[in-house]
């Protein structure tokens, strides 16, 4: 059988309908370049760009499609210049929300890093110092609606302080459809100087 191409527009989507008997499904292919998802049955992974952590208080990742049902983000030789961790917030295209965040971050020795309420709370305030070098990932999943659960593990290679490997588990119930995922410094003041971040969705 020869190959069938549909050539769509520069926005919208194409939607394959099969006949409305019991039993049948309609796939939607969404507008993308080189990736295509399944909605509702399968997803390609999409991968972002890496962003340098070299500077500023916050990274923020947005554009996130309402198809994903999973995201990581992922941190490389990150550091700040202070001690004051690291947190995570989301939110839906209004902003992200900084309220009604559930769970706990800890320590790898099984002391209490962070309490969450604000943020997702990844590394508590006093954790780190200002040389420590972070790697590893923050998950985010689509529970149900617009909640979501995270969990992270993250690990420090600089080979010095206590309590080198952090955890958390917690989740979130967001206003609307999240649409962006943001990393920032613990206390919004200390600034990042090392690394970089990049982020993944399916």
Same mark, same amino acid.
């Given at each position: 059988m020869s190959s069938i191409v549909i050539s769509g527009d520069t926005s919208g989507a194409i939607t394959i309908a099969a006949p409305a008997v019991a039993g049948t499904n309609t796939i939607?292919?969404?507008?993308?370049?080189g990736t295509m998802a399944v909605n509702g049955v399968s997803s390609n992974i999409v991968q972002g760009t890496a962003v340098a952590s070299t500077s500023g208080t916050?990274?923020?990742? #947005?554009?996130?499609?309402?198809w994903a049902k999973?995201?990581? $983000?992922? $941190?490389?030789? =990150?550091? #700040?210049?202070?001690?004051?961790?690291?947190?995570?917030l989301i939110g839906p295209s209004g902003g992200v929300e900084t309220?009604?965040?559930?769970?706990? =971050?800890?320590?790898?020795?099984?002391?209490? +890093?962070? +309490? $969450? /309420?604000? /943020?997702?709370?990844?590394?508590?305030?006093?954790? $780190? !110092?200002? =040389?420590?070098v972070i790697h590893g990932r923050i998950e985010l999943y689509n529970h149900s609606g617009n909640i979501w659960i995270c969990t992270s593990q993250l690990g420090r290679s600089d080979g010095t302080g206590t309590g080198s490997s952090f955890y958390l588990s917690g989740s979130k119930s967001l206003a609307g459809v999240l649409t962006q995922v943001q990393l !920032? #410094?613990?206390?919004? #003041?200390?600034?990042?100087?090392?690394?970089s971040i990049n982020i993944l969705y399916e």
């Open positions: 939607t292919m969404p507008a993308g370049t916050t990274i923020t990742f #947005t554009g996130i499609p309402s999973r995201i990581t $983000l992922m $941190l490389y030789n =990150a550091s #700040t210049s202070g001690t004051s961790g690291y947190k995570v309220s009604g965040y559930l769970g706990e =971050a800890d320590v790898q020795s099984g002391a209490t +890093n962070a +309490n $969450l /309420s604000t /943020s997702f709370y990844v590394i508590g305030s006093g954790s $780190l !110092s200002a =040389a420590s !920032s #410094t613990g206390n919004d #003041t200390d600034t990042f100087d090392a690394g």
